[in-house]
């Protein structure tokens, strides 16, 4: 089994950068993706790293502001945002893909990030 814990969401102010973490516990995974969710929109895919690579993936809307890295700590992944637009209010979601097949098996609580403008 696999839990994930997210912290650092927050209220900011547009053009304000924040940090959210992730941390896994339990076995080890493939990839750990960051996902995010509006009031009235579906889920939408922010991006993704890649454990053992480094590789990421970012969705054009974040892509240049955003940055997924992985810690010192065991299985903790960041993602790193700056030059935050109110169109970036969601609650963000961490998961994590354990084998190689594209679905991701586990999620986190989610933490809300709050925009204004």
């Known amino acids: 089994q696999v839990q994930l814990v997210e912290s650092g969401g927050g209220l900011v102010q547009a053009g304000a950068s924040l940090r959210l973490s992730c941390t896994s516990s339990?076995?080890?995974?493939?990839?750990m993706g960051w996902f995010r969710q509006a009031p009235g929109k579906e889920r939408e895919f922010v991006g993704s790293f890649i454990w053992s690579t480094g590789y990421t993936a970012y969705s054009d809307s974040v892509k240049g502001r955003f940055t997924i890295s992985r810690g010192n700590v065991k299985n903790t992944g960041f993602l790193q945002m700056n030059s935050l637009k109110p169109e970036d209010t969601a609650v963000y979601y961490c998961?994590?893909?354990?084998?190689?097949?594209?679905?991701?098996?586990?999620w986190g609580q989610g933490t809300q990030v709050t925009v204004s403008s």
């Open positions: 339990g076995r080890n995974f493939y990839r």
């Open positions: 998961a994590v893909q354990i084998g190689t097949i594209e679905t991701y098996d586990y």
